[in-house]
Nanobody
Framework: QVQLVESGGGLVQVGEALRLSCAVS????????MGWFRQAPGKEREFVAA????????SYADSVKGRFTISRDNAKNTLYLQMNSLKPEDTAVYYC??????????????????WGQGTQVTVSS
């Protein structure tokens, strides 16, 4: 079993940056796809970004492409999401998740089987 713990959320102004972290413990995830999702109040959970742990290939939602960067640190067993040029519409609870597979950078939440508890990001205008 794997445990995922997000951190780094907070309240920022429009245009500012935040870096989210997801510490992974338990069963190794070195050969999995890892992803970030977010959920705003009253909305469905949506895909943000995914990364293939081996090789580092990435995929992004169109809404964050060019502003957000997903990365991982193998030695620290940590997943990151660097968020730049934040907008009010980025306000949400952000979740990291481990994919069921090892290859496909899926944007679908049901393709992920382990989730963190989430961290709140609020962007104020």
């Amino acid at each position: 079993q794997v445990q995922l713990v997000e951190s780094g959320g907070g309240l920022v102004q429009v245009g500012e940056a935040l870096r989210l972290s997801c510490a992974v413990s338990g069963r190794t995830f070195s050969n999995y796809v890892m992803g970030w999702f977010r959920q705003a109040p009253g909305k469905e959970r949506e895909f943000v970004a995914a990364i293939r742990w081996i090789g580092g290939s990435t995929s992004y939602a169109d809404s964050v492409k060019g502003r957000f960067t997903i990365s991982r640190d193998n030695a620290k067993n940590t997943l990151y999401l660097q968020m730049n040029s934040l907008k009010p519409e980025d306000t949400a609870v952000y979740y990291c998740a481990r994919g069921r597979g090892t290859n496909y950078l899926s944007p679908l939440s049901y393709e992920y089987d382990s989730w963190g508890q989430g961290t709140q990001v609020t962007v104020s205008s």
